[in-house]
């Protein structure tokens, strides 16, 4: 069972910063692949970053340029830096891990945390 543990939201005025952690159990972190997604109320939950095992980032297209997300494997942990935050970031932030649970048939499962509230005021 891997769980996941965010914090680091809060309220923040437009143009300001926040940094996001998540912290994971399990010895499967290094591995894996680890994202960041957001929930805004009556919004699909979208994407943000993930970043690989290897280091290899991607982001949203909303989010180029102002987020950075990285990794710190010895402590089992994702970091999302959030600068020049607009309104529009305002969700809950939910940190997802794609496991590997077998080498062998490729089954794979996602596990999710509890999130952390982002609210950006303008």
């Known amino acids: 069972q891997v769980q996941l543990v965010e914090s680091g939201g809060g309220l923040v005025q437009a143009g300001g910063s926040l940094r996001l952690s998540c912290v994971a159990s399990?010895?499967?972190?290094?591995?894996?692949?680890v994202g960041w997604y957001r929930q805004a109320p009556g919004k699909q939950r979208e994407l943000v970053a993930d970043i690989t095992s290897s280091g290899t980032t991607n982001y949203a297209t909303s989010v180029k340029g102002r987020f950075s997300i990285s990794r710190d494997n010895a402590k089992n942990t994702v970091y999302l830096q959030m600068n020049s935050l607009k309104s529009e970031d305002t969700g809950v932030y939910l940190c997802?891990?794609?496991?590997?649970?077998?080498?062998?048939?490729?089954?794979?499962?996602?596990?999710w945390g509890q999130g952390t509230q982002v609210t950006v005021s303008s």
């Open positions: 997802n891990i794609n496991i590997l649970l077998s080498p062998f048939t490729g089954t794979r499962r996602d596990y």
């Open positions: 399990g010895s499967m972190f290094s591995f894996s692949t």
